[in-house]
């Protein structure tokens, strides 16, 4: 492993004052061992780190970044809303013009409340789903991550398909007994799941690709059957698409599927960088929330105008350049590169890839759950990780997150991936293979 020793006593000060020296879990390279770079800069694809090193950057703040850093039109952006004023409490024009982008372009949404993450925005459109049927429990699948949100903090009871119990200290057994934590891309189960208790379901959340195991794509016909059965028993379809959200496609995953969810979660890259969540759907539903209904949510720096600013900068440079295309070309050479790399090592691995969001598993059979997922070698992903990272390529720190392509990527950042692939892939086999 490379040093970093300004990196490693960052790290160690950062310890004394804030808990693990980390403001979110996934970066303190618990899942890898060793300590992260921590960073200086970053300019389009690339990262660079306070002991000065460059790294080709996989991560894109877990997302966000799918302009690559400091992109001009948002760096503008930004620099002409902080003239006016970051904050005011009062409607402003250009938190329409976000709604406007995201109503336009995403196929479900007629209305949207802007918040401030991820995690707000889960658990704002869990409390409208559950305000608008008058039901109470929510079905999750097993490796999807909704945020922090203690009702989504569960984990599957000892059979699949029981009622969860909390995975996380803090959470009431009470509240965790209102989710039913069902398996990805298993639609017999959820018929099952409905078939008993349908009448008392108020919604179905489900991330349409799984990015939160590593990337796993949801299978047309079990995200289908979600569908209908929501329709049928009259609950709610939740697409949680704070990651997959002007990722996968302008419209988003269920743009892809062709598959139009009753709410629609946001988050990640319509903030372009800045902290943002959003939540949206059909009109008649969204209006059950105050002022024009009587579900509760509110927020103080809400439709923020800093981080609407760059928002609206990111969808409007998306709209203009509709870079898919090209992510999803960059992305299967990449793909390809690295099975080829896996293959010559004798490192058998499964690649899930849908657009720009990909995992390299460290197992030779397909990934389609958290089941499969878990059956990865973590140790070897680790040694694969390390080595990527001396050699400049900076990937998610875990076995379980997705990484990413942005359009500031450059064939040539795609070669020397692929490169340093080969040098990964070699010190997994040294090390004696994968178990
Ligand atoms: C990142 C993510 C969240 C949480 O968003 P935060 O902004 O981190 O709170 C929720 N759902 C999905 C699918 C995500 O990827």
Redesign the pocket.
Known sequence: MRDRPKSLAAFERAKRWIPGGVNSPARAFGAVGGTPPFIARGEGAYLWDIDGNCYIDYVGS??PMILGHCHPRVVAALREALEKGTSFGAPTEAETRLAELIVETVPSVEKVRLVN???EA?MSALRLARGYTGRSKIVKFAGC???HVDSLLVAAGSSAATLGVPSSPGVPPAVAQDTLVLRYNDADEVREAFGRLGEQIAAVIV?PVA??MGCVPGRQEFLQTLRDLTAQYGALLIF?E??SGFRLALGGAQALYGITPDLTTL??IIGGGLPV?AYGGRAEIMDHILPAGKVFQAGTLSGNPLATAAGIATLEVLRETDPFSTLERMSRRLAAGVRAAAEEAGVPCYIGRRGSMMTIFFTPHPVANWDSAAACDTAAFARFFHTMLDYGVYLPCSQFEAMFLSAAHSDEDIDAAIAAAREGFAEVQAAGGMS
């Open positions: 877990w997302g993450s991820g995690t889960v991550y909704h945020g991330e990015g939160n949680d704070v990651m988050g990640k969540g």
